[in-house]
């Protein structure tokens, strides 16, 4: 069992900055692929950058390139998504999930949840 924790959401105006953290205790953290997906009220959950369980290899979302950075750090069991120049468009709900070892893209091939954090950009 892996419990992930996301934190650092909140209401930032456009053009703002927002750092998200994801917390987490279980099993060997650096075995695990994390990645960041978001919800906006009435759409589906989207993937939004994953990074591999070394940090080696990240992708990122069209729309997140450029804007967003995610890293992590394993001696810490803490995976961060840097989000900068926010657009309302970005507002939902970041969950951050993992799975064993490759990133990928489909939220059903993440096993393992956090409860979310709430990002609300205004116009």
């Known amino acids: 069992q892996v419990q992930l924790v996301e934190s650092g959401g909140g209401l930032v105006q456009a053009g703002g900055s927002l750092r998200l953290s994801c917390a987490a205790s279980?099993?060997?953290?650096?075995?695990?692929?994390m990645g960041w997906f978001r919800q906006a009220p009435g759409k589906e959950r989207e993937f939004v950058a994953g990074?591999?369980?070394?940090?080696?290899?990240?992708d990122y979302a069209d729309s997140a390139k450029g804007r967003f950075t995610i890293s992590r750090d394993n001696a810490k069991n803490t995976v961060y998504l840097q989000m900068n120049s926010l657009k309302p468009v970005d507002t939902g709900v970041y969950y951050c999930a993992a799975r064993f070892l490759a990133v990928v893209r489909s939220s059903t091939e993440y096993g393992y949840w956090g409860q979310g954090t709430q990002v609300t950009v205004s116009s």
């Open positions: 990074v591999s369980w070394s940090g080696g290899r990240t």
């Open positions: 279980g099993r060997t953290f650096g075995d695990y692929a």
